[in-house]
């Protein structure tokens, strides 16, 4: 037959979507709110998202009272320990209220998890679960800022909610600000995990993994179009947080009936985790 005789056809191959959620400081940096909110945005041939943004429920309280922290920013930007341009942070926050306004719907582009579950916003297929056992960590890194520098403030709630729903989320990253005076740093949100009593690791580029994970997160930037963010000075580091005994929720634990010796107690769900992260970019990767 020849060949213009074949009909035409189409070839379609869908991902499941990057699971993405931001560091409260990125949200708050103006470049930074302008990147999610794009990112939120793109969508791949066949309408499907390129990623879910998955937002935590303090960052949702700060854009709840955003007319305090509008008429005085400071008080949010001393608990997240930045931006240092109040300007920035002001018109950040009113982005995000077009955003969440447009786009917080469960056919919208953003997912979110508040106290309750119909109160959240999550993709179809979502186990009923989520929210419970993010309270459950959330709770129980909680229970650690006690012990730390910093222990109260919008800003230390919303970086704890974040850290809480990307531990249980396994295959999410988290998108952390990078300070830009100082490439040696680890990220701010990355610090505070260290200062609450998680171990955390910096990953080199030449990691095996990193380098697979690391190209596919820069096709998708490259394909969403992003990628004149990071030409135009946005700095990013990507984190994962796996926390093992996740699963484990205290209710859970005490109904289990373990015949013969009972194995290690577990004193806390946050007990034997690990921060793992890595620059996005090579001139920090390589600072």
């Given at each position: 037959?020849?060949?213009?005789?074949?009909?035409?056809?189409?070839?379609?191959?869908?991902?499941?979507?990057?699971?993405?959620?931001?560091?409260?400081?990125?949200?708050?940096?103006?470049?930074?709110?302008?990147?999610?909110?794009?990112?939120?945005g793109a969508h791949a041939v066949g309408h499907s998202p390129r990623a879910e943004v998955w937002m935590a429920p303090e960052f949702h309280s700060i854009l709840d009272n955003w007319m305090l922290y509008d008429q005085h920013p400071e008080l949010l930007a001393q608990s997240l320990g930045g931006p240092s341009d109040l300007d920035e942070l002001r018109q950040a926050l009113r982005l995000w209220l077009r955003l969440r306004d447009t786009a917080g719907r469960p056919d919208g582009r953003l997912c979110w998890v508040r106290d309750a579950l119909r109160e959240s916003c999550l993709p179809v297929g979502t186990g009923d679960s989520l929210v419970p056992r993010w309270e459950a960590m959330a709770q129980a890194l909680d229970e650690r800022l006690a012990n730390s520098c910093e222990?109260?403030?919008?800003?230390?709630?919303?970086?704890?909610?974040?850290?809480?729903?990307?531990?249980?989320?396994?295959?999410?990253?988290?998108?952390?600000?990078?300070?830009?005076?100082?490439?040696?740093?680890?990220?701010?949100?990355?610090?505070?995990l260290q200062d609450w009593g998680l171990r955390c690791r910096r990953l080199e580029i030449t990691d095996d993994f990193v380098a697979v994970e690391r190209g596919l997160l820069l096709h998708l930037l490259v394909e969403a179009g992003l990628a004149g963010f990071l030409w135009g000075g946005l700095k990013l580091a990507v984190a994962h947080i796996v926390a093992p005994h996740f699963l484990l929720t205290p209710n859970e634990v005490e109904d289990l009936d373990f015949s013969g010796e009972d194995p290690r107690p577990i004193k806390s769900l946050w007990e034997d985790a690990w921060v793992f992260w890595y620059d996005l970019r090579t001139e920090y990767a390589y600072a």
């Amino acid at each position: 037959m020849d060949r213009d005789g074949w009909p035409d056809v189409s070839v379609q191959i869908s991902s499941r979507p990057w699971r993405c959620v931001p560091d409260p400081l990125l949200c708050v940096s103006r470049d930074g709110a302008a990147f999610i909110s794009a990112l939120a945005g793109a969508h791949a041939v066949g309408h499907s998202p390129r990623a879910e943004v998955w937002m935590a429920p303090e960052f949702h309280s700060i854009l709840d009272n955003w007319m305090l922290y509008d008429q005085h920013p400071e008080l949010l930007a001393q608990s997240l320990g930045g931006p240092s341009d109040l300007d920035e942070l002001r018109q950040a926050l009113r982005l995000w209220l077009r955003l969440r306004d447009t786009a917080g719907r469960p056919d919208g582009r953003l997912c979110w998890v508040r106290d309750a579950l119909r109160e959240s916003c999550l993709p179809v297929g979502t186990g009923d679960s989520l929210v419970p056992r993010w309270e459950a960590m959330a709770q129980a890194l909680d229970e650690r800022l006690a012990n730390s520098c910093e222990t109260s403030g919008p800003g230390i709630a919303a970086m704890r909610d974040a850290a809480a729903l990307c531990a249980v989320l396994t295959d999410a990253v988290l998108l952390c600000a990078r300070e830009s005076n100082d490439p040696d740093q680890t990220p701010r949100l990355c610090r505070h995990l260290q200062d609450w009593g998680l171990r955390c690791r910096r990953l080199e580029i030449t990691d095996d993994f990193v380098a697979v994970e690391r190209g596919l997160l820069l096709h998708l930037l490259v394909e969403a179009g992003l990628a004149g963010f990071l030409w135009g000075g946005l700095k990013l580091a990507v984190a994962h947080i796996v926390a093992p005994h996740f699963l484990l929720t205290p209710n859970e634990v005490e109904d289990l009936d373990f015949s013969g010796e009972d194995p290690r107690p577990i004193k806390s769900l946050w007990e034997d985790a690990w921060v793992f992260w890595y620059d996005l970019r090579t001139e920090y990767a390589y600072a």
